[in-house]
């Protein structure tokens, strides 16, 4: 089965982003809620992460929703997942203001179904026609809607992550949560208090300046909390992105875990218990392939998005195919039988099971783990459809596979190569068994694309 992407001309991979007050105004956001209220009618659920910005443009979106007769339920601050679980058939969609992982300054929009998914492309590309022809129905004075305040509704969505797992499953296990300012503040460390972790929290204050630390959980930005997590003994430290869909870790040494392994470590633990599909996309490392085979499970590859992924997932179900796990080589991890949207919340959740149940260190498990060997690099060039054409057939006879770029498999290596939608660059990604083999396939990727940049593209 093949997801297909399509081009979009506002909305990204996860929705609408940009600089607000440049790219991004309050009156764009009042037609993007006018074009939303257009297509979906009924009662639509709004939502915002920490941004300073959160709170004009959530008025914004409310605004343009209303004027075309929906009602709307502002549920105030949360992380995107405990949004999209509010939805998830109780409104008749949602929309969440939030920019993610992108800095301060930034911030969007993510138009969400009533089934608590993202919007696919189809349904986005007709949204963003109504917006570029401004066919909009807005209502007359008898006919708009009505808001009510909801900020309660997110205690749903902390106990449905704790009733998951065993009573108390996380006692005498110390956490160091960091939750970056964001909307993590009020769901993760009560998540885990009430499973009955030790909790500590750093950057634990809701502040859309992030003075703490940027949005996105680097590794170089989680230093304050690697060392807290070494000085106070902590089982593991987890630290969020900007809407708290991500979680990424820190182990017990103060290690970063990269994403890989935190996905393939979560991932045998669910292929051990459950037996049945795994999505990913293309660009998630081997070792995650290698750790569910070898519990008898398969894998399912998509196009790179969590979109992609989660519709990928609720179509396999659909086909009757049995679905255990999803998600993305950058913390994004998607629990089928909690919600088919990444969830942060649940993510850090699990990794106190694991570790209960395991009754090992996290670097232990870690190190359990196949080793791969990823290397990450770009290029700026505006030729990068162009350039993926000339590698399609100087590669032409390798193994490939072109579910999203070109992913060029040799050995036991592979490298993906994509040009970005939104920016002049080409991403290359090589994924190999041991180091000087990624090292060297990596040098000659990037001497072909400099040829081809050179010689055939001026
Ligand atoms: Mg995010």
Known sequence: ????????????TNGVRGIVGKDLTPELVVTIGEAFGTMRKGCIAVGRDTRTSGETLAKAIK????????????CGILPTPALQYIIKGQFDGGAMITASHNPPEYNGVKIIEADGTEMGDEETLK?????FDLSLSTKPWEHVGHEVNAPHLIRKYIKSIINHFPHKIGSGMTVVVDPGSGPACITTPQILTEMGCRVLTINGIMD???PGRLPEPSSEGLRELAELVVSRGAAFGVAHDGDADRAVFIDENGRFVEENQEFALVAQHICHQKKGAIVTPVSTSQMVERVVKNEGCTITYTPVGSIYVARTMRSLIENGKEVVFGGEGNGGLIFPDHQFCRDGGMTAAMMVFILASNGQQLSALINKLPERFLIKDKISTPHGTKVLEFLKKAYSQDKMDETDGIKIFRGNSWA?????GTEPIIRILVDAECHEEGQVFHKELMDHISAITKKYIT
């Open 1 to 12: 089965m093949q997801t297909t992407k399509f081009q979009k001309r506002l909305f990204g």
């Open 416 to 420: 993906l190569v994509r040009a970005s």
């Open 208 to 210: 859309g300046t992030f």
């Open 63 to 74: 605004s343009g929703l209303l004027a075309t007769g929906c009602d709307v339920v502002d």
């Open 127 to 131: 949204l963003e026609q109504l917006i």
